[in-house]
């Protein structure tokens, strides 16, 4: 993993949630639970003292808004949290979604004892200029604190649907070289950590971005396709995983976490791992 010039309070707070396997090389599991902060009671969250809390032991990471965070996790369990600060959106207004802000500051952060914080940037939108600058204004205020950035790709309600291959003219929207020029840019305005999705030719937005990279995981699909995304992202050298609906949403949340990290820290197939999510999921019943 590339650690770049960063000092000791950065060097150790990445330390605490990328996690070396025997080879020595370093990866994450990190839980994406910020979803409601635009979502609202998302479909797995409604209440995350259920679905999360059982999950949290297996996360190297988790990454939620200060709702989810003071009301619903145990303050005593010491996963490293990465905190959502951005925001000012809501899913009942998509054409607004671009529209973000900081809402949490830097001190909330550091009075949450967070490791890090979550900017979204909506590169290619009609607010990517005021996203950038979120980014730019948290990763100088972290600075100062030796706080982690993670600047996450957004993609926002106009370039969704050319994403997934759905809109009108996604057969000549080339996927991998917009994630390599967002996630590039979102480096170089002060991000530690990029999270951007799993698309075809990812090797091109890997060899523009030398920050470690997580994965989003994205609308739920079924479990063995999770973890091939998951197994061929590894591979392609991504540093982890930032994933949330494919993991609290599926038939077996607890099975389905184990089964991922076996895929980011043990470099097991997606098919071994799936065979794992089974094995789980029969002594669970
Ligand atoms: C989106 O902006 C949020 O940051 C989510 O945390 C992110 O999309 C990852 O969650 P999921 O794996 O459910 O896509």
């Avoid at 075809?200 to 920050?211: C, L, P, T, Y």
Wanted: include cysteine; glycine fraction near 10%.
């Amino acid at each position: 993993m590339n650690y770049g010039q960063l000092g000791w309070g950065k060097l150790n707070r990445l330390a605490q949630i990328f996690r070396p396997d025997s080879a020595g090389n370093a990866h994450t599991v990190m839980l994406a639970m910020d979803h409601p902060y635009f979502y609202g009671p998302t479909t797995g969250l409604e209440d995350p003292r259920r679905t999360i809390t059982p999950l949290v032991p297996y996360a190297d990471a988790i990454s939620p808004a200060k709702g989810t965070l003071e009301y619903c996790l145990d303050p005593l369990v010491p996963t490293p949290v990465i905190l959502r600060v951005t925001g000012g959106n809501s899913m009942t207004r998509r054409e607004e979604l671009s529209d973000e802000h900081i809402i949490t500051s830097v001190e909330e952060a550091v009075r949450l004892n967070a490791v890090g914080v979550s900017v979204s940037v909506y590169i290619d939108t009609e607010h990517q200029a005021q996203t950038i600058r979120s980014l730019g204004k948290l990763a100088n205020e972290c600075s100062q604190c030796g706080l982690l950035v993670l600047g996450i790709t957004a993609v926002g309600a106009k370039l969704e649907p050319m994403v997934k291959g759905e809109g009108e003219g996604s057969a000549d929207f080339d996927a991998a070289k917009y994630f390599a020029h967002a996630g590039r840019i979102i480096q170089e305005n002060g991000a530690n950590i990029v999270k951007t999705y799993f698309v075809d030719n990812w090797e091109q937005v890997r060899d523009g971005i030398q920050v470690p990279i997580v994965i989003a995981g994205g609308k739920k699909i079924p479990e063995r396709e999770a973890l091939e995304f998951t197994a061929q992202a590894i591979a392609a050298g991504a540093e982890g995983v930032d994933m949330g609906r494919n993991i609290f949403q599926s038939e077996d949340p607890v099975a389905m976490i184990q089964a991922v990290r076996s895929v980011v820290h043990e470099g097991r197939s997606a098919d071994d791992a799936f065979v794992l999510f089974n094995e789980l999921q029969g002594a669970a019943g």
